[in-house]
Structure formats: C-alpha cells, structure tokens
C-alpha cells in the first residue's frame, strides 16, 4: 500500500513538472510570435512608405518634365490643408491627373498625422549647397516628411535604406526642422545636421530624431536645388 502511494506521487509529480515546462515553451514561443509579428510588420510598413515617398518623387518630376517651375508645383488636395484649392491649377498640382497624377496615400499604422510638404529646410550636400553661409533660400529643398512615427519603425526604414541607426537608435538631427507647408516659395530656414556626425550629408531619404522638436520622423528629398 505504501509503494502504492509512492508511485501515484511519483506520477503526479512527473506530470506536475511536464504541465509547467509545456507552459514556459507555450508562453516563450508566444513571445517570441509576437516579436515577429511586430518586426515583419514593421517591415512591409516601411517598405511601403519607402515606395509612396518615391511614387510622390516621380509625380513631381512628372511636372518638372512637362515645363513647370519648381515653384509652380502644388500639393492641394480636398483632404489635405494648407496647400491651396484643388483643381485651381491642375497642370501643376502633384494629386491631379493632368498634373503629376499621384493618388494621395495615408499610413494611419505609422501615425495618425499626414503627410507635410515643405520648402524649408536644407540637406546638406544633396543639391548646389556648399556651406550655410554662402547659401540662400535656393538651397532649400522640397521634402515629404512623414511625422511623429514609432522609433522601432524609425529603425526599419533606415535598414532598408542602408542608414545606419548608430547605437541602437535612430540617428539624431540636432538643429531645427520646420514644417512649413510648401506653397510655391522656397525659404532658408533651417538646415538638417548632425555638428558632431555626417549621418545627414548628402542623404536624400532618412528617419530620425529630432531633438528639439521631439519624436521620430523620416524626410526624403522630392526635389535637390
């Protein structure tokens, strides 16, 4: 009778400890899931945000071929603001058909923020610029920038560039960056730099860290001047 009861303890200790090993692997293998879950995720996003900001490129360079200025180009859009009347210009206008006939996207899985359109800001070394104090309002660029997106998706747009993300995180932009909507002019307000790295010479498309405006956003270049 005592061997009896040994035995039944045995075996319910046995199946004790097989019950707790199968749910550490249950709950390891369901971390592990939804780490990747969230980076593949993460990856599809960026390559499709990586896509669009080229697809607005070309909608601009459309216009550019067929004889307009620069200055001319338009970003109106009816859900957009601050860009002016759609269909008041539609030759020049990068969302119309008969302009550069782009269809206007939003990413509401990276922010719940649209796209900006901006003439002021300049990029080191992508265009005519030489040095910040021999350079005008010609050397500002026109940028798409994407805003207060999440840092691990900051991360995985910079891995499909071929950007570094130095020390774990995105690299660091350590002056201002204005978020002007573009209208037709172009202004010299701010100039997009890191004084201690290169992170930003000459780079067309990048995600970041802004450190005096806070959170991360990710530019690329529509048009170098």
């Given at each position: 009778m005592i061997n009896e009861r040994g035995n039944v303890l045995f075996l319910v200790l046995?199946?004790?400890?097989?019950?707790?090993?199968?749910?550490?692997?249950?709950?390891?293998?369901?971390?592990?899931?939804?780490?990747?879950?969230?980076?593949?995720r993460n990856e599809i996003l960026a390559s499709d945000i990586l896509k669009y900001s080229k697809t607005l490129e070309r909608g601009v360079n459309t216009i550019l071929s067929n004889g307009h200025s620069e200055n001319d180009i338009s970003f109106a859009h009816d859900d957009l603001t601050g860009y002016g009347t759609y269909g008041d210009s539609p030759e020049t206008e990068v969302f119309n058909p008969q302009g550069g006939g782009v269809t206007l996207r939003t990413f509401p899985q990276a922010t719940?923020?649209?796209?900006?359109?901006?003439?002021?800001?300049?990029?080191?070394?992508?265009?005519?610029?030489?040095s910040w104090a021999s350079c005008d309002a010609s050397c500002a660029d026109l940028l798409v920038i994407l805003t207060n997106i999440d840092e691990d998706l900051c991360m995985q747009i910079n891995d499909l560039l071929g950007e570094p993300n130095p020390s774990g995180a995105p690299p660091r932009e350590a002056s201002n960056i204005s978020f002007d909507k573009f209208t037709g002019a172009f202004t010299k307000t701010y100039?997009?730099?890191?004084?201690?790295?290169?992170?930003?010479?000459?780079?067309?498309?990048?995600?970041f860290e802004s450190q005096n405006e806070g959170g991360y956003h990710f530019y690329h270049v529509l048009y170098a001047r």
């Amino acid at each position: 009778m005592i061997n009896e009861r040994g035995n039944v303890l045995f075996l319910v200790l046995i199946v004790a400890a097989l019950f707790a090993a199968l749910s550490y692997a249950v709950t390891q293998s369901s971390d592990g899931s939804g780490s990747s879950i969230d980076y593949e995720r993460n990856e599809i996003l960026a390559s499709d945000i990586l896509k669009y900001s080229k697809t607005l490129e070309r909608g601009v360079n459309t216009i550019l071929s067929n004889g307009h200025s620069e200055n001319d180009i338009s970003f109106a859009h009816d859900d957009l603001t601050g860009y002016g009347t759609y269909g008041d210009s539609p030759e020049t206008e990068v969302f119309n058909p008969q302009g550069g006939g782009v269809t206007l996207r939003t990413f509401p899985q990276a922010t719940s923020d649209e796209w900006i359109f901006t003439g002021a800001n300049v990029v080191e070394y992508v265009g005519g610029y030489t040095s910040w104090a021999s350079c005008d309002a010609s050397c500002a660029d026109l940028l798409v920038i994407l805003t207060n997106i999440d840092e691990d998706l900051c991360m995985q747009i910079n891995d499909l560039l071929g950007e570094p993300n130095p020390s774990g995180a995105p690299p660091r932009e350590a002056s201002n960056i204005s978020f002007d909507k573009f209208t037709g002019a172009f202004t010299k307000t701010y100039r997009i730099d890191n004084d201690s790295t290169s992170a930003f010479d000459g780079v067309r498309s990048i995600c970041f860290e802004s450190q005096n405006e806070g959170g991360y956003h990710f530019y690329h270049v529509l048009y170098a001047r």
